[in-house]
């Protein structure tokens, strides 16, 4: 949501966080409305913060939700913040303060949220910030491990044992689902946040003989060195560099013709084990270009 920003994402976790049962589209809409709102207010740049959380809840709980586990999702910007006479109204279908707005995106927000058990409320202060606080009733069930056996990507683990990857990716978490999965599938793996580093770890195992296989790299990073540029400066090393470019901005021109840019294939985010996978497959057993 945050690519071609310039604003910028930290997310914070405790360990063991209890999970939900939530339908993932439903909720998917609530994140991604909250962090648009978040980049609107937020024109010159910023930090959205997303922290999640466990909590427990007694029976005189201010949100008049009902005794209990819950999980917490606090959203909070560094905006323009929003004005008290506008504090009330902001759930209200219809009401926006945006030219060409629906007035429907809050609204929709606090209907789902309602509708999983839970309660969101907002605080705001002008010039300072808005924080949304969210609360889904956390779930007594374990979550289902979501992992694909190698077998369905048509390769085994051993068959990439000593192949390396580096991926680039500002978003922390990314950069570890990312380095997991590849690790499942048998590569070895090096990550890192930004455009520079991915030039010099490119540049120091060229010059050591012993280049990546493939490079995964985020076409966007704000407030820093993204792919495109960095491809270039990549392929001045080593013109055999085997560069992927990654987004979730399918209609970018690079991501469409990402071969006159420098790249020899493209994944679209978010990416599972199955479409990475088909595209290293498809990028280092042929020796050629995927999308």
């Known amino acids: 949501m945050l690519s071609g920003s310039n604003v910028q994402?930290?997310?914070?976790?405790?360990?063991?966080?209890?999970?939900?049962e939530a339908d993932g589209g439903q909720v998917s809409q609530v994140?991604?409305?909250l962090i648009i709102n978040a980049v609107q207010a937020m024109p010159g740049g910023g930090t959205i913060s997303i922290r999640a959380a466990?909590?427990?809840?007694?029976?005189?709980?201010?949100?008049?939700?009902?005794?209990?586990?819950?999980?917490?999702?606090?959203f909070e910007d560094e905006g323009c913040g929003i004005p008290s006479e506008n504090m009330k109204k902001i759930f209200d279908p219809y009401f926006t303060t945006k030219a060409g707005g629906s007035g429907l995106g809050l609204a929709s927000v606090q209907s789902i949220v309602n509708?999983?058990?839970?309660?969101?409320?907002?605080?705001?202060?002008?010039?300072?910030?808005?924080a949304f606080e969210m609360l889904l009733p956390a779930s007594r069930q374990s979550p289902p491990v979501n992992r694909v056996p190698a077998a369905e990507t048509n390769d085994s683990p051993d068959a990439h044992a000593g192949i390396s990857l580096l991926v680039m990716d500002d978003e922390e978490m990314i950069r570890e689902l990312a380095a997991a999965m590849l690790e499942d599938?048998?590569?070895?793996?090096t990550v890192c946040a930004r455009g520079e580093e991915a030039v010099a770890l490119c540049q120091a195992a060229f010059e050591t003989g012993l280049p990546f296989s493939a490079v995964i790299m985020d076409l966007t990073i704000p407030g820093g060195m993204g792919g495109k540029e960095a491809a270039g400066l990549i392929r001045a090393v080593d013109p055999q560099a085997r560069l992927i470019v990654s987004s979730g901005y399918s209609n970018d021109p690079i991501m469409a013709d990402y071969g006159q840019?420098?790249?020899?294939?493209?994944?679209?985010?978010?990416?599972g084990i199955r479409e990475i996978g088909k595209v290293l497959n498809g990028l280092l057993m042929a020796g050629g270009s995927s999308a």
């Open 9 to 20: 994402g930290r997310i914070e976790t405790v360990d063991g966080l209890c999970a939900i």
């Open 115 to 130: 509708r999983h058990g839970g309660r969101i409320s907002v605080r705001s202060a002008i010039g300072r910030g808005t």
């Open 31 to 33: 994140f991604n409305n």
């Open 54 to 74: 466990n909590i427990s809840l007694d029976d005189t709980n201010p949100f008049s939700l009902p005794a209990g586990d819950y999980v917490s999702f606090l």
């Open 185 to 189: 599938l048998g590569y070895r793996v």
């Open 261 to 271: 840019y420098g790249f020899s294939a493209v994944v679209l985010k978010p990416y």
